[in-house]
T-cell receptor, first 116, second 112 residues
């Protein structure tokens, strides 16, 4: 069965430092996509970054980069130069296709707190 | 350009009642999915709608039903509410098969 595992319930980081949020996944599908979402206390899921299973290079979006290690089935999110506004829940998700439909399978999330 | 909008933002219902949650997808999006997020958990997939039809369903009882309208907006209905249905309900929309989903801010349902 497809599964996402986030083993860090909470992380602390000082402003301007980098932080890595861990994500491992389990799938037998040869083609899949991995996502990271940020969820502030307001509730909205904000898309951060996407990595396709066949992408040769690690994805980057501004201060966000995804450390994709396919053999280890890990897709860690790296946030560089943390800001106070980065404090939120972060979810790793995998897209599971079923015929012409799909759904996202989420991990349990990591709460990141950035302190001055 | 408005993103995904959901209404209402908060709702309190009594056990046994019925509730309807609404979602307007982002402009140009034709596929709507619903997720349930219990406190302290990641979102769980409920179902997905495309061209007014339910295309895929997660592991949720028949008390959960939905609808998609010709303008792509969608409703989630839950009958015979249980205390365990208390959660944040998220709507996500997208266009095309290989694009990221955009989420609304959610409806926080409390069943008392």
């Amino acid at each position: 069965a497809q599964k996402i595992t986030q083993t860090q319930p909470g992380m602390f980081v000082q402003e301007k430092e980098a932080v890595t949020l861990d994500c491992t996944y389990d799938t037998s599908d040869p083609s899949y996509g991995l996502f990271w979402y940020k969820q502030p206390s307001s509730g909205e899921m904000i898309f951060l970054i996407y990595q396709g299973s066949y992408d040769q290079q690690n994805a980057t979006e501004g201060r966000y980069s995804l450390n994709f290690q396919k053999a280890r089935k890990s897709a860690n999110l790296v946030i560089s130069a943390s800001q106070l506004g980065d404090s939120a829940m972060y979810f790793c998700a995998m897209r599971k296709r079923s015929g012409n439909t799909d759904k996202l399978i989420f991990g349990t999330g990591t709460r990141l707190q950035v302190f001055p | 350009d408005a993103g995904v909008t959901q209404s209402p933002t908060h709702l309190i219902k009594t056990r046994g009642q019925q509730v309807t949650l609404r979602c307007s997808p982002k402009s140009g999006h034709d596929t709507v999915s619903w997720y349930q997020q219990a406190l302290g958990q990641g979102p769980q997939f409920i179902f997905q709608y495309y061209e007014e039809e339910e295309r895929q369903r997660g592991n949720f009882p028949d008390r959960f039903s939905g609808h998609q309208f010709p303008n792509y907006s969608s409703e989630l209905n839950v009958n015979a509410l249980l205390l365990g249905d208390s959660a944040l309900y998220l709507c996500a929309s997208r266009f095309g098969a290989n694009t990221e989903a955009f989420f609304g801010q959610g409806t926080r349902l409390t069943v008392v």
